[in-house]
């Protein structure tokens, strides 16, 4: 069965644009924020020398 995740579409806050496809961040003052994927590729790109960003994130302990 295929569980579609619906989401409004929302404003991203890097380029201005609405998107579908986006990940809320929420900040240490609790504000949240949406950056669509594609801001987030670029970010990535961009950002690679931030330690901490790498790809041990991923399939680290994960909390529930
Ligand atoms: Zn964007």
């Not at 504000?31 to 961009?46: A, F, H, N, S, Y």
């Not at 330690?51 to 041990?56: A, K, L, M, N």
Request: aromatic share 8%.
């Amino acid at each position: 069965m295929d569980a579609i995740e619906e989401k409004p579409p929302l404003r991203c806050a890097e380029c201005d644009r609405e998107k579908t496809h986006y990940n809320i961040f929420l900040s240490p003052t609790n504000e949240e924020k949406v950056v669509c994927w594609e801001c987030l590729q670029r970010t990535e790109k961009g950002f690679n020398a931030k330690r901490g960003f790498r790809r041990e994130g991923r399939h680290g302990d994960i909390p529930r």
